[in-house]
């Protein structure tokens, strides 16, 4: 199934897409399925770009999760919801929360498919979403963009303390920053971690 749409970019900037999209195909919806979970992406939406390390990385997610004794998580910065639905079960309550309306359409869709009943999407700024709440659930997953979680959320965080921080980054640098702001957690040694793909436990 092929997904065909034009993108009109107006103005010569730094930012590769603009606002409008013409779709030339009735489908508009790529299916792409990581470890038997269906993810889908529109146009103008963020995918991991390799596939093998993003089911790899989903996976060892999962894995880490299930080993929990958590009861409900959020899942920041969703993206389609790779993170959540991999570690979602059904019946436990996620919220996964993404700015880009496109890429929760995309997260409900998979979320429907899979069944899950608990699961919620909704398209907020994490941050917003996050400290405007007056409790954290046991297990917040955070997948950041480069510019990391900020000091905000991080503040946000060390104060209502969840059991648990799972964070995935693609900028070390930010994420070490961030981390320092979270004294409470550490990182765990997991045979095989990378700085880059590990979670943040809290100090026990």
Avoid: K
Wanted: hydrophobic share 45%; glycine share 8%; net charge negative.
């Amino acid at each position: 199934m092929s997904v065909i749409s034009a993108n009109i970019q107006p103005v010569h900037q730094a930012i590769l897409e603009g606002e409008g999209e013409i779709a030339l195909t009735e489908n508009q919806m790529l299916e792409e399925a990581f470890n038997q979970v269906p993810l889908f992406l529109r146009p103008r939406g963020f995918f991991q770009t390799n596939p093998q390390v993003a089911a790899t990385l989903y996976a060892t997610a999962r894995d880490w999760v299930a080993a929990l004794p958590v009861t409900s998580m959020w899942d920041l910065f969703c993206g389609v919801g790779g993170f959540g639905l991999h570690c979602a079960t059904p019946d436990m309550p996620l919220t996964g929360i993404e700015i880009s309306a496109e890429a929760i359409a995309c997260a409900q869709r998979s979320a429907t498919q899979l069944g899950l009943m608990q699961v919620t999407f909704q398209a907020l700024d994490s941050t917003q979403f996050a400290t405007g709440n007056a409790s954290a659930p046991d297990l917040v997953i955070v997948n950041p963009p480069r510019r990391g979680i900020g000091r905000e959320l991080c503040a946000y965080l060390s104060q209502m303390a969840p059991a648990y921080i799972l964070y995935s980054s693609c900028n070390a640098q930010t994420m070490a920053s961030d981390i320092s702001l979270l004294p409470g957690y550490g990182i765990p040694d997991y045979p095989g971690a990378t700085v880059r793909h590990v979670p943040a436990y809290r100090a026990l």
